[in-house]
């Protein structure tokens, strides 16, 4: 793709948004006095804001860029990750699980595992936690700052260090509050920056409508946009019917997936594990002022999050009926190409024998390194040798005729096409405002877990409030520039991002286990837990050891990437990797489930009924809702959000 | 602390909707897209909704973080 170009109103668009976050972080500075207040902002924002910084911590510019791959690659079977994933998790979390984190005073979910079990469980969750958060901020950046190099021609380094630099500058001032107040700014600026695009792309698709004709029509034959292998077919609702391709198993659906994978290992397993233990987003509920606002704020965010896949995965629907659709100029970009790479191909075009297209497509795909479509080359040639192209037009065709797809690419290349210069300020804004505010929010999260979990509990307990308050400041410092070492680290790797969601999976997927376990189930002992877990991450590790996908086994049956697992032997391909990180999740969790429970059972409880009131269900006076409307219930406005899902659900059944 | 996240929500969404909307005026055609001046109409909303933001962080309320 051509670097984008930004006129000054979009630069100016940008400036003034660095300029309000850094004028917040300052002015929030001055009212910044205990760690209580840097680390945890003292308990004290209002429902709605950290209602949206609940969901805009999670809206990281990877998941933004990624949802809209997806969406292009699965089409609206991707909003399972919402409709089917994150809201029960989060009206879960709302309805059972606040009331202990917040309840127990807990500074932490790290902190709350230690009061309900022990130091061997803190010990272990703060570690896997501290050094996944630090990775995933990395990770991101990297992968943000690199497509700002490749997109915008920006200076890898440059980005990532000034990136950074603002981050550290207003999260060193005003601490958490200024994460979790950038946050909803961010939340307003994605659905702003976004919205248009959905809307413009949808108007030059014909409408609703026609998008979903266009995607029908792939679905049938999704080889022709080689989308899949040749001979793939599909009902015409696999890209626009969220359940009822999984109904004819992994080779009737995009995603690769069965309908238990489905369910349990992403909506129960995943969805759950992330959304009730990630420290990242449940920090901002407990945040909260009382009770009854850290209850409500999962639920707030409920709402926009039910309706975000339209704002983020309907982008990739349409960026694949535009390309099924000649005559409107666009295509999924292809993956990056060096100019240098594309001289060489026009080269060949030009030096090419238009009798023999198929020797010039050879070169011609050699010369990129990317499979290209014959006849398109064939075409290139014969219009060459009648005189009729010039360079720049050689280079555009060979551009489309390319045949891979960077699905990364998606939202990026929409932008292009549809935000003037203006709009585009605001688009692109938006997206390094997730950029930023994922690393803010990496890096609070990680602050809080070193400084309160690992330090006072580990290396410096029993110091007054202000040596921690420093502490909290330097480990800002620290966790920034940890994050920018994993950064180049990343940057070294090309699987980076597949090493850092087998962590997830391995280190996340237990650990709900564990929390279900410990929060329903008084007989649960902190040996069972530790070991639980230990055993959930061993055992999701050896599973990935011994499974691998279809795909990533050669013609002789040998494992090609060790990073898709099999590297110990294959027992078992799954036809997908989605469906691979599905089921191990899901053998993750019963693993560690069974596991927890079985030495429970055989070790002896260390904590009596009295020390565990306020961490587990049964020992806890139920909280009083009396003298709230019916209608204000946690539980009433759960049941509504869960009904507001299933509607979706149904609509695009 | 005690600062309403209105007010800079308000205030930047009200500078970039002005902005936006003045140059959609000024540039005409160039911030036509599919049909729409994109940079007027959208302006327009953000205008509106910095507005919007703004009043309600002018009759206060219970928006700030406690002391």
């Keep these: 793709m051509q670097p984008l170009h930004l006129a000054w109103i979009d630069e100016t668009i940008l400036l003034t948004y660095v300029a309000f976050i850094l004028g917040i972080g300052w002015a ?87 009061m309900r079990f022990d130091e061997r469980v803190r010990a272990l969750n703060s570690v896997a936690f501290a050094v996944m958060t630090i990775f995933a901020s990395g990770i991101s950046m990297n992968a943000v700052a690199k497509l700002l190099n490749q997109l915008l021609g920006w200076d890898y380094n440059v980005a990532l260090w000034v990136g950074s630099g603002v981050v550290l500058v207003y999260v060193l001032k005003g601490g958490l509050t200024s994460a979790i107040y950038t946050e909803v700014l961010q939340f307003f600026m994605i659905v702003f920056g976004f919205a248009p695009v959905v809307y413009l792309g949808l108007k030059d698709a ?24 040749l001979g793939t077919v599909f009902a015409p609702n696999a890209w626009t019917s969220a359940w009822r391709p999984l109904f004819g198993g992994p080779g009737a659906n995009p995603m690769g997936v069965d309908l238990y994978a489905m369910v349990f290992g992403l909506g129960f397993v995943l969805s759950f594990g992330y959304w009730c233990t990630d420290f990242l987003v449940v920090q ?30 309907v982008p990739g629907m349409i960026a694949v009926a535009l390309t099924s659709m000649p005559g409107k100029g666009y295509r999924i970009p292809p993956p990056i190409i060096a100019q240098t790479s594309y001289d060489k191909a026009v080269e060949a075009v030009k030096n090419g024998n238009p009798a023999d297209p198929a020797t010039v497509a050879a070169t011609v795909g050699s010369a990129l390194g990317q499979k290209v479509d014959a006849a398109k080359i064939a075409a290139l040639v014969a219009d060459n040798a009648a005189g009729k192209v010039d360079d720049g037009t050689i280079r555009q065709r060979l551009y489309d005729s390319v045949t891979a797809y960077d699905y990364d690419g998606v939202i990026l290349s929409l932008m292009k096409k549809y935000c003037p210069a203006g709009l585009l300020g605001l688009a692109l804004t938006a997206l390094l405002a997730s950029f930023m505010s994922g690393m803010a929010g ?6 809080t877990v070193f400084t309160y979990d690992l330090y006072q509990a580990y290396f410096a307990p029993g110091k007054n409030d202000r040596h921690y308050f420093v502490t909290g400041k330097v480990v800002t410092v620290a966790g920034i ?30 650990l709900f286990a564990t929390f279900l376990l410990g929060m329903f189930w008084k007989r649960a002992t902190g040996t069972g837990a530790f070991l639980g877990l230990l055993g959930g991450i061993a055992g999701s590790a050896l599973f990935h050891a011994f499974t691998t ?31 691979q990180n599905f089921w ?17 059972l055989a070790t002896k409880r260390t904590k009596s009924d009295a020390q565990l009131t306020g961490l587990v269900y049964s020992l806890t006076p139920k909280i009083k809702t009396e003298n709230q409307a019916w209608y204000a219930r946690p539980g009433v406005v759960g049941a509504g959000l869960l009904l507001g899902c299933l509607i979706l659900n149904v609509i695009f059944w | 602390m005690g ?33 729409v001046n994109i940079n007027l109409v959208w302006g327009v909303v953000l205008l509106v909704f910095g507005g919007l933001m703004l009043l309600g962080a002018f009759h206060g309320g219970k928006n700030t973080p406690a002391a």
């Design chain 1, 481 to 510: 520039v940890l994050s920018i070492g994993a950064s180049y680290f990343a940057s070294m790797y090309n699987n980076a991002m597949d090493v850092i969601q087998l962590v997830f999976a391995f280190v996340n997927a237990p």
């Design chain 2, 3 to 35: 600062l309403d996240i209105r007010w800079p929500i308000g205030l930047l969404f009200t500078l970039i909707g002005a902005l936006l909307a003045v140059f959609g005026v000024c540039d005409g055609a160039g911030s036509v897209s599919v049909g």
């Design chain 1, 284 to 313: 901002r509920a407990m945040a909260a002022r009382n009770m009854g606002a850290a209850r409500n704020t999962p639920l707030v965010a409920a709402v926009p999050k039910m309706l975000f896949p339209f704002l983020v995965i």
């Design chain 1, 206 to 229: 014909g409408g609703w409508q026609a998008m979903t004709h266009a995607l029908q029509s792939v679905a049938v034959h999704p080889a022709a946009l080689h989308l899949k292998p």
């Design chain 1, 28 to 114: 929030l500075g001055r009212g910044v006095k205990t760690s209580s207040d840097f680390l945890t902002s003292g308990r004290s924002i209002p429902t709605w804001v950290t209602g949206l910084a609940f969901i805009s911590a999670n809206l990281g510019a990877l998941e933004l860029v990624g949802m809209a791959a997806s969406g292009a690659k699965y089409g609206i079977a991707t909003a399972h990750f919402y409709w089917l994933g994150a809201i029960p998790a989060m009206v879960f979390l709302a309805v059972f699980m606040m009331p202990f984190y917040y309840g127990s005073k807990a500074r932490s979910v790290p902190e709350y595992l230690k």
């Design chain 1, 442 to 447: 990496n890096v609070t999260a990680f602050n």
């Design chain 1, 584 to 600: 191990l999740a899901s053998f993750a969790f019963s693993a560690c489930f069974t596991l927890t429970l079985l030495v429970s």
């Design chain 1, 549 to 579: 996908v279809g795909s990533n086994l050669d013609a002789a049956g040998l494992v090609i990437n060790g990073m898709k697992g099999g590297y110990l032997g294959v027992l078992y391909a799954f036809p997908s990797e989605m469906a």
